[in-house]
């Protein structure tokens, strides 16, 4: 699907005015009046029945704008504003990340083959000879498949040669790497398996009514912004997601109320160099092969669906753990949003202490939007740390891979394997691979096709982005001309957690994070 | 020769509601119509404070302007004005 459609735009619409409700005199009438404002009576622009079906599914997305699950209501009255008031009160983001709005879904049809009316009722019928079950009868002289009868086995699609057998699918369905959306058989409308569900969004992208939501911790972090600590970690694809520059970008955040901004582009270094001396040791000790652990979609997969493939995760923690670990070491009480393209980056940071919120870019442009900051006015940070080629590399498929190269002792044995998105062909190869035999020795898995750049929470063109990152990543300096030194290499505890701190991170930030970190 | 000024708003409004992808509308281009075209880098048009310009994303070909934009829209009024300089020259 197009991803910039009428779908996605109108939810990025009602996170842009549940943010910009936030800054107004009166958040709750303007809360309450979203359905309104954006269906306004006498509209002309209903997506469904009517405009009051519209304005019920808007105050749903609202909820989820908010951070509520659609399907935890209990009282179809209760307000806009009164879960508004819940999620200030909230402490903690609200699990699970994804919902679905059933108000919104479509329930699609089964997916399932028909004739269509470009049948011609030709002589050969090569549909009926072709069908092992039966299941086509002629009726007014153009073919019709019986459901009670069909498999869904698709030869007779085939065999048309009018193609006038199609095949419709459920979009979010089909989407799904690991089944875990069905159709619940009494409504008809698709519910998610929580037990299952790998967090990837790929069913929220896809679905053509954006009856998928994730749940929004936007609101509790603009909450917590006040407090007036709070350290945005800004993920290596951030590049080009958002207008202007990243200098630009990073004095919008602290324009917006982040204390000091660092770039999860330095955690990844330290992932790389990690993650090339356990590839090494590990090959050297006779293991196969390894596999990256930075997708925290791709982790969720291993645990719910290739429990064969765990022993070969590496153990390696991912760029947010290492850039989040050491905000904490730094600044102990400070805020940590990671601000990222990923839904399944909040399941990791669920069960990362160190991790207190996770927004997507999307979440961010809306909470600029509310915030009337306009990137390409602010001025570019200055002085900042840079982080390296390879870290930032990361953010686009085949990154991980050149930036372990780039250090790996012996990198002429690194034999790479990369798996460019998840879907149910490549998990079942990578099942294969555990259990049978390996191609390569190194594997890269992103779950997303192109890498973070692409991810559901993305708002830039994947395609201008991507030469976005080229440029900067031709502009970066390569990892090994940095002094080793500045990396006080290597001491990982058996635990995986990081027992030494860089100063580096805070070089240019507020005094007060600097005294922290010399305390610590 | 006179051209068909294009600008793009990418104030984060317009840019989060779809602006980023329109700025790929080069690609899109008749080629040999890339010339008669100049496409300006903007700041914030500050169409989206009044809600009576229709929705962002906002694009502005010559004095028109495209409310709402897509690529297609944004193509349109570019063809449009293009066929007016051409029947003036």
Sequence with gaps: MFHDNKAVRLRKEVLARVARAFFTAQPDDTLNRIPLTMRPKGAKDSSRCCIYKDRVVLKYRSMAALGFSVESETDELKPVSAYFAEALQRKTPTLPVLTVIDEACSACVTTCYTATNACKGCLARSCESVCPKDAIEFRNGKAWLNPDQCVNCGLCMKACPYHAIIRIPIPCEEACPVGAITKDPETGRETIDHTKCTYCGKCLTECPFAAISDLSQMVDVLQRLQEGNAVAMIAPSIIGQLPGTLPQLISALETLGFSSVIEVAEGAEETTLHESAEWAEKISEGERFITTSCCPAYIETVEKHLPEMRPFVSDTPTPMAYTASKVRKIAPEAVTVFIGPCIAKRVEAAKNPDVDYVLTFEELGAMLVGADIDVFECREAMDRPTPSREGRGFAASSGVTHAVKAVAPGNAALEPLLVNGLDTKTIRQMSLWATKSCPGNFVEVMSCEGGCISGPGSMGNPRLVKKQLDELLKNSPPLRSKPISTYRLTNIDLNGTVSRITGEFFNESTGTQNSRSTDA | ?89
Excluded: W
């Excluded at chain 2, 600008?7 to 329109?22: D, E, K, R, V």
């Excluded at chain 2, 100049?38 to 404070?49: D, I, M, P, R």
């Excluded at chain 2, 297609?72 to 020259?89: F, M």
């Design chain 2, 1 to 89: 020769m006179k051209k068909v000024t294009v600008s793009i708003c990418t104030g984060t409004t317009c840019y989060l509601m779809g602006g980023a992808h329109l700025l790929t509308i080069n690609e899109r281009l008749d080629p040999s119509t890339l010339d008669s075209v100049e496409f300006k880098g903007a700041h914030c048009l500050g169409l989206c404070s009044n809600e009576s310009n229709g929705k962002p994303p906002f694009v502005k070909v010559n004095e028109h302007l495209v409310s709402d934009a897509t690529l297609n829209k944004v193509l349109d009024a570019i063809r449009k004005e293009l066929k007016e300089i051409q029947h003036v020259s």
